[in-house]
């Protein structure tokens, strides 16, 4: 039921900092992931481990985005990430020692699964699935699995069952370092531990960002803007908007700007922008300068740390700060709750968006 809560949406974004909790138990010693979450052949099958391909589609896809960014950086491990309704229908090359990874909440979605199965065709050395449903199509016909125990999801708009896949996946970032290299990141560890409380936090900021939402009821477009991890931050937080709200959104890394998006910004183009305090930062700043030259309203998610300072036309809200690993997690919240304050707004069914299915079962 969706209790004291308005929609399941809503409910289901203030369950992150429980469900996140659920995915990491049992998962992590002191100082270290246990990497027999993934099962008993996990260990062998990640030592072997020399690239990766991930293949979901829609909001899981963009968590897979954010861990070619964490694989790479903290495992050493090339990545590829692509929808499965384009890896299907092409002929791809497997290098030597690739693990083939799906990421799913429902586990039943048409166009992963006949990218499994198509995959059991070629050489990759095994199959894992992160999945939120035990038991679905896709968790018995992988070699290998974990799930991202987010407890049931209504809501046709991927909330929790997101941030549970990321946690789901810097444990596997974890565990193919840890078994690769030998090297444990006892910092991330920590941090992972709080990250409920964090969470926690961020959703405090609830009333602050109904507020802000009221600027983009009357609009039609709205553009998102990220780097390094939080370009697919980006890219899921301008998903929801238009799942819900119905206005279209597009989302870029904030250096391509200049390369054509700049053209739309005017003063009916409202930008939001994730910007944690992390190296990309300055690059970030002079592409925000660049959208505020052009009249472009600003809506800046920061680390507290950071000074950028809320004026007429930059509207700054200050985000806890965390490791920067975990940071895409901790952003991705203010996004959910901005899309679901405008479609409330805007009178839209939040939990039935127009023409969507909770699980896409058709090609
Ligand atoms: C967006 C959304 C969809 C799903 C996509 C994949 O909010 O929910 O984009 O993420 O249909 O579904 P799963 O993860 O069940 O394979």
Known sequence: SKGDYRHYMLKEIFEQPTVIEAALEGRLSAQSVLVE??????????????HVHIIACGTSYHAGLVARYWLERYAGVPVQVEVASEYRYRHPVVPEGTL????????????????LR????????GSLAICNVPGSSLVRESDITLMTRAGPEIGVAST????TQLVA???LTLSVSKAKNQVEYPDIIAALRTLPEVCQRVLALDSQIEILSQAFAEKNHALF?????????????ALKLKEISYIHAEAYPAGELKHGPLALVDSEMPVISVAPNDDLLEKLKSNLQEVRARGGQLFVFADESVGIDTQEDVRVLALPHVHEALAPLLYTLPLQLL???????KGTDVDQPRNLAKSVTVE
């Open 37 to 50: 979450s993934f099962g008993p052949d996990a260990l062998a099958l990640f030592q072997r481990t020399r």
């Open 100 to 115: 083939f990874v799906t990421l799913s909440q429902s586990g039943e979605t048409a166009d992963t699964l006949a990218a």
């Open 118 to 125: 198509f995959a059991k065709t070629l050489d990759y050395i």
């Open 160 to 163: 929790k069952a997101f941030t």
């Open 169 to 171: 996946l810097m444990l």
């Open 225 to 237: 803007l990220g780097r390094g991890a939080h370009y697919p931050i980006a890219l899921e937080g």
């Open 339 to 345: 899309s679901y304050h405008v479609a409330v707004l």
